[in-house]
């Protein structure tokens, strides 16, 4: 129904910057929420930033607030994460989701997503 793929992942050093990006395919028209995760190894998934797709609303984890930016392209169905000051802490492999069940009320919790990525590693070296 919904296809996300992740893209810009990579290798940056502390204190560099990295811009993901998510495009969505497929029936989208009934998509509400765009969000962010991470999994470090070893941990469990982790909400990163969320952003609403009508209104532009936003949201993020205490722990990349102000560091990171998400942002989203109507025209282009795409969803972006600006993130800056990186550190080794957010390594992980990234995935975009989307939320199709209408509310604003879930977005940081990952099991009320409908739709995943595959995922898009991140590295940061010290």
């Known amino acids: 129904q919904v296809q996300l793929v992740e893209s810009g992942g990579g290798l940056v050093q502390a204190g560099g910057s990295l811009r993901l990006a998510c495009a969505a395919s497929g029936r989208t028209r009934s998509t509400y929420v765009m969000g962010w995760f991470r999994q470090a190894p070893g941990k469990e998934r982790e909400f990163v930033a969320a952003i609403g797709w009508a209104g532009g609303i936003t949201d993020y984890a205490d722990s990349v607030k102000g560091r990171f930016t998400i942002s989203r392209d109507k025209a282009k169905n795409t969803v972006y994460l600006q993130m800056d000051t990186l550190n080794v802490e957010d390594t992980a492999v990234y995935y975009c989701?989307?939320?199709?069940?209408?509310?604003?009320?879930?977005?940081?919790?990952?099991?009320?997503?409908?739709?995943w990525g595959q995922g898009t590693q991140v590295t940061v070296s010290s």
């Open positions: 989701a989307a939320e199709m069940s209408g509310g604003w009320g879930g977005h940081s919790n990952h099991h009320e997503y409908d739709y």
